[in-house]
């Protein structure tokens, strides 16, 4: 039920900023398990609370579905739906969260350091003659959708997943295809390092279940990592991206099922463990212990 942190604390101070600024930072951790209304275009009355950044809602648009509900073992679900994305609209159908301060400023990248973000991923149809970009951030103000995609994850026409700093430049592809139907859990990183042009960019697919919730110092290799292109200054807003026919080397059509969506700032705050048989053991015990003090009390 829950699909953003800190939800009932942060409600107040988000409205006030929404207000003023049309469109405010989700809270970092974040996570999504889009508990939204069945058949909602992202971006729509009720997603639209978090998903505030890019085009607008219409024809086209990914879509809040059952059908695209994921879970993938070692990973704790977050409930709610999933968002089903297909085809080639007429015009742009991105839709994003803020990161940034609000939409009309930039988390810089030496700030942050780095970005995490991991999605499960299911392909049901892949794209046919050009990559499908899945997904990608903004690396201008604005908030507004169609712009150069940096960071993008794509799907290439032989199901192998891509990553490219800038636009559809130098992809990176892994060496494996998916197969149609089965369920990937996909972490994407963008790391600033010191100086020109060398930030990094990494996916993992898969990542080994050992690994969930890993300290920085022992997040396992990326299944592909490239630092081809140029690096941007910060970031606006993450956004799960459908482009039209007028953009079409960014989409080759297809079908994709996208759930349990987490940011954050530390591989263990996106490749979240299930509880250990210990810690709930421990919870239980420090219940009981409540309960028979509140009827000694």
Known sequence: MKTRQGWMS??????????????????????????????????????????????????GSATIASGASLTYP???????????????????????????????????????GALYVSYLLRVDEGPTGNPRLLSAYRDSTGGGGGFTPSGGLFVGTDLKLGVAKVANNDIAWTADPLTSGQVYLVVWRYRYVDGADNDELALWVNPPAGSFGAAESSVPAPTVVTTTGADD?????????????????????????????????????????????????????????????????
Do not use: K, M
């Open 10 to 59: 942060g409600a107040l101070a988000a409205a006030v900023v929404a207000c003023l600024n049309g469109a405010y930072a989700v809270p970092l951790p974040y996570a999504d398990g889009f508990n939204y209304a069945e058949g909602e275009r992202l971006g729509g009355t009720t997603s639209g609370v978090n998903w505030t950044a890019g085009n607008s809602t219409g024809t």
């Open 74 to 112: 070692g990973l704790p679900s977050l409930g709610g739906l999933g968002v089903l994305s297909t085809g080639v609209p007429s015009s742009n159908r991105d839709r994003g969260v803020v990161i940034a301060p609000d939409i009309n400023s930039l988390a810089n990248w030496s700030d942050l």
């Open 233 to 297: 200054v910060g970031i606006n807003s993450f956004h799960f991206t459908v482009r039209s026919t007028g953009q079409a080397q960014y989409n080759g059509g297809g079908t994709y099922a996208l759930d349990e969506l987490r940011v954050g700032t530390t591989w263990a705050s996106v490749v979240v463990p299930e509880p250990s048989a210990a810690a709930l053991l421990g919870l239980g015990g420090l219940a009981l212990w409540r309960l028979r003090r509140f009827r000694q009390g």
